[in-house]
């Protein structure tokens, strides 16, 4: 049981990790709180599913597409929706929760509510220290490690992420500097939705789909972002692993766990807040920046 509660950890860790990285970019640099950001993480799996069941395309090209057509999806939110009325923060959270309803109701009318699942990429298991893993919740783990590498290498390595972390610091600088902020925005959404696709992506094969699946995750990625910090990626990274751990732990030990997963995740970032306002790493990431 341990050894399913370290592996079902790391994995639903690494997800959250992913999805509250995307949410907390968008919100840095173009302080955007997107409460759809997850109804993009449940299209991709559903792209995969259709493209890989209904139409027939081998599932590693369905997963590309998928990422490249939910990515563009999201380009357009962002420019013909979100972008007209982002100045009013609540109406922004009205209409990001909207879009997110109008995702699911599609795709309830196009689906059904029935579950439906997309197959493994790689099927078996691998036995690590006398236990068997399934080999697709490796590929889960090493594909999140890489992306948090290169999103940390993005930020930190490059011109566009110096523009980035400008933007984010000082929007009327950043201008002042030369740097094209509204195209910033525009890439910064294009990528937080990617990465929220590529979750999608990484999760379709383990867990099945349902047009409410998007429902958990903002909840968990809220819970996340509020625990780590609004804004701060490495308090993203920690509340992820925190929460994560948290959920699974209550799954696998507690009487109807299940049900309860969600609350105990809730309860310890009531803590938290209570204790210290701002998130675990809120002031230290403002004085970084």
Do not use: C
Not at 224 to 239: D, F, H, P, Q, W
């Amino acid at each position: 049981m341990t050894e399913a509660i370290i592996v079902n950890g790391l994995v639903a860790s690494g997800v959250y990790a992913l999805l509250a990285i995307g949410f907390s970019l968008i919100f840095g640099v173009a302080r955007i709180v997107n409460l759809a950001h997850t109804a993009f993480y449940m299209l991709s799996a559903y792209f995969i599913f259709t493209f890989s069941k209904s139409v027939g395309v081998p599932l590693l090209l369905s997963i590309a597409l998928s990422i490249v057509v939910v990515t563009i999806i999201g380009i357009l939110s962002y420019r013909l929706v979100i972008a007209r009325i982002r100045q009013h923060e609540a109406t922004t959270l009205i209409v990001t929760i909207a879009l997110a309803i109008i995702m699911q109701e599609a795709l309830f009318i196009r689906y059904g509510g029935d579950p439906s699942s997309v197959p493994e990429l790689i099927s078996g298991t691998t036995e690590i220290l006398g236990v068997s893993v399934i080999n697709q919740k490796l590929l889960t783990m090493g594909v999140v490690v890489l992306l948090l590498l290169a999103s940390w290498a993005l930020l930190m390595k490059t011109r566009l992420g110096v523009a980035i972390r400008s933007t984010a610091q000082d929007r009327e600088v950043a201008n002042l500097m030369g740097i094209n902020v509204p195209r910033i925005e525009m890439i910064t959404m294009a990528i937080s939705v990617a990465v929220a696709a590529i979750a999608g992506a990484l999760i379709a094969p383990l867990f099945v789909l349902t047009p409410g699946m998007w429902t958990h995750p903002l909840v968990m990625i809220l819970a996340v972002v509020v625990l780590g910090g609004l804004g701060s990626l490495r308090g993203s990274l920690i509340g992820a692993l925190v929460l994560g751990f948290a959920e699974n732990l209550v799954v696998f030990l507690a009487p109807s766990g299940a049900f309860l997963k969600t609350s105990v995740a809730l309860t310890i970032m009531v803590i938290v807040i209570l204790i210290k306002p701002e998130g675990l790493f809120g002031i230290t990431f403002e004085e970084e920046r």
